[in-house]
């Protein structure tokens, strides 16, 4: 699509990069119809949602009687998991076991953030390391095989990981940073949002590219922790950032000012391989600069202008130098040359429709949650 093609929406940054968009006479696109029409209506932060956020409480510590822990809360260091693990501790009154996943990418910054929470709060922290050589070979697989989607390597490690520990010490209920006020516009799935742990993409991909087993790698696939470790487990996982006043900046306010915890310049940037791939090899390989969907639910929430976000998408959240230094990290890291990397890069791009995949059975139940209203976001 050339630039004159381009449409952009009238009332957030989303546009025509995604190219199922759509919009409306007023020049709205469809993220936008969906927030107002189906997620704000819905989603209350006052005194319904205190309410909310007391009941679920008093049910996790009732059930959390006599164990050590009544709840689990992934934390990476970043804001959303960090803020999720404030309220779990000091509103709502719970035990949460906080868990890390060291997939190794952490930055400095994130592992700082932790550490200032734990002890701020006098919380445990269990953190499970991932075989780098594992980690390594199904990050460079999934590079070598040209798909959008580079973050389910990490993503997989992360949610697995937790998925498995909270069964295997029967821990109940997971609490989740997910939110709306942050996160209410979904990345599109051509963007490389793909919708869940597909463990059948994961393991053609490596079958194709990898060269060493994944003898200990974690992978729970997105049916088993949707359908059997909630239905038959009773496993559930609650989003209390969706019950509270959550407000970007005021968040990374008041954890700075409790616990000297420090904000990253962007989302996701916790993670140096995240950083990395959605800030440079996912807008200049692809065309998809993710911050326009971050930056749209911060415009939906009223947290951001539309000129400031157009003002901040205009030019790249990192400097050029930074970036490239990036470029021969992240090669180096995973005993790839530059010039191998680099080759990689220039490659042709592809889908997950040319990798095996059960991307149509997990259409299928997102349609289910949507239509039950389990799901709110628009999803596509």
């Known amino acids: 699509m050339n630039h004159a093609e381009k449409k952009i929406c009238s009332n957030c940054i ?3 990069s995604d190219s199922n968009i759509s919009f409306d006479e007023k020049g709205w696109c469809d993220y936008c119809r969906n927030f107002y029409s189906t997620i704000h209506p819905s989603w209350h932060t006052d005194e319904r949602g205190e309410t909310e956020l007391m009941k679920i409480a008093e049910k996790i510590r009732q059930d959390g009687k006599n164990r050590d822990f009544d709840c689990i809360i992934g934390l990476s260091g970043g804001l959303d998991s960090s803020y999720c693990t404030y309220i779990a501790k000091e509103r709502m009154g ?3 076991l906080l868990f890390h996943v060291d997939a190794g990418w952490n930055t400095d910054q994130a592992v700082g953030n932790i550490e200032k929470l734990v002890d701020g709060l006098g919380l445990d922290l269990y953190t499970e390391v991932i075989n780098w050589e594992e980690m390594k070979d199904l990050q460079v697989s999934f590079l070598r095989a040209q798909i959008a989607d580079q973050d389910i390597p990490q993503d997989t490690a992360f949610f697995s990981m937790l998925y498995k520990f909270a069964r295997q010490n029967k821990i109940k209920y997971v609490l989740t940073g997910g ?10 799935e051509e963007w490389g949002a793909y919708p869940g742990i597909d463990k059948t993409l994961i393991l053609d991909i490596h079958a194709r590219f990898g060269k060493a087993p994944l003898t200990s790698f974690p992978i729970v696939d997105v049916f088993t922790y949707k359908i059997y470790y909630k239905y038959a487990l009773g496993m559930e996982v609650f989003r209390p950032l969706n019950c509270v006043p959550y407000i970007k900046r005021d968040a990374e306010q008041k954890l700075g000012e409790l616990f000297g ?6 989302k996701h940037h916790e993670s140096r391989f995240t950083r990395f791939y959605e800030d440079y090899w996912m807008p200049r390989k692809f065309g998809y600069e993710k911050r326009r969907a971050h930056f749209s639910s911060l415009i939906m929430t009223g947290q ?3 000129e400031q976000a157009l003002e901040r998408i205009a030019k790249p959240e990192l400097d050029e130098h930074f970036l490239q230094q990036e470029f021969e990290y992240v090669a180096h890291k995973l005993d790839l040359s530059v010039e191998e990397l680099q080759q990689i890069f220039d490659g042709a791009n592809k889908t997950y429709h040319y990798y095996k995949n059960k991307r149509k059975y997990i259409g299928l139940g997102s349609k289910v949650m949507s239509k ?6 628009l999803f596509r």
């Open 179 to 188: 939110n709306y006020s942050t996160e209410c516009c979904r990345e599109p």
């Open 94 to 96: 719970l035990r949460p």
């Open 372 to 377: 039950l209203g389990l799901e709110k976001r």
């Open 14 to 16: 989303m546009d025509t």
């Open 304 to 306: 951001m202008t539309r």
């Open 261 to 266: 915890w420090v904000p990253f310049q962007h």
